[in-house]
């Protein structure tokens, strides 16, 4: 029974601030990349951060500077903290867990939604 179970997102005005948590069970999270990826309806689902289980993280150019990713392998959360947050962030953000070993298992949440809105 894999779970990954976001949290965090809701109603936030520009420039703004969220936390956003993805408690994960079920699986060894040590031995896992993990992602938040984010979708607005109609459009292709990107990648916004990732990092990967030796700690090197990746950031959609996008949020470079504003977003941060950071795993707590201890409490089997990762977090995304975003700041600065613009109304182009506005999306369902979604947890994602890429076992190290390709093709070796891959999961995703259900989505929590941020809307950035005056």
């Known amino acids: 029974q894999v779970q990954l179970v976001e949290s965090g997102g809701g109603l936030v005005q520009p420039g703004g601030s969220l936390t956003l948590a993805c408690v994960t069970s079920g699986i060894w999270t040590s031995l896992y990349n993990m992602a938040w990826y984010r979708q607005d309806p109609g459009k292709e689902r990107q990648l916004v951060a990732r990092i990967m289980t030796n700690g090197s993280v990746t950031y959609n150019d996008a949020v470079k500077g504003r977003f941060t990713i950071s795993r707590d392998n201890a409490r089997d959360t990762v977090i995304l903290q975003m700041n600065s947050l613009k109304f182009e962030d506005t999306a369902r953000y979604y947890c994602?867990?890429?076992?190290?070993?390709?093709?070796?298992?891959?999961?995703w949440g259900q989505g929590t939604q941020v809307t950035v809105s005056s």
């Open positions: 994602n867990a890429q076992h190290k070993w390709p093709d070796s298992g891959e999961y």
